[in-house]
Structures are given as structure tokens and as C-alpha cells.
């Protein structure tokens, strides 16, 4: 699902935190796909509360 929605693209990131040293973000395709999101309605990823809380996937 993750190469179908990013795959050759150029994306826009926001970043929204870090975890364990590394940069958490909300990204978006080319078409304005909100990925992260597209990922979770998709069921091939899971929303975990703490980092949606940071900035909340699917606004």
C-alpha cells in the first residue's frame, strides 16, 4: 500500500514529533493524499494513540 501511495513521487511532510531518535510526520502525495491516513483506512498499518495525539491523522 505504501509504495502504491509514494512510489516515485515527490512528497510533503510535516513533521509532528520523534520516536526513539527517529522523525515522526504526516506526509502527502502528489494527488494530496493524506498518506498516513490512506494507510490506516486501508487496515495495513495501525493509528497509535500516543503519536496521534502529537498531530491527529486524518483531518
Known sequence: ???QLA???MLQC??????YGRV?????????TEIN???VQ???TLLWP??????T???
Open 1 to 3: 500500500m505504501l509504495s
Open 7 to 9: 512510489s516515485g513521487q
Open 14 to 19: 510535516e513533521q509532528t514529533g520523534t520516536s
Open 24 to 32: 515522526t510526520a504526516v506526509c502527502w502525495n502528489q494527488q494530496q
Open 37 to 39: 491516513c490512506a494507510m
Open 42 to 44: 486501508s487496515g495495513t
Open 50 to 55: 500516543k503519536f496521534n495525539a502529537q498531530r
Open 57 to 59: 491523522i486524518c483531518q
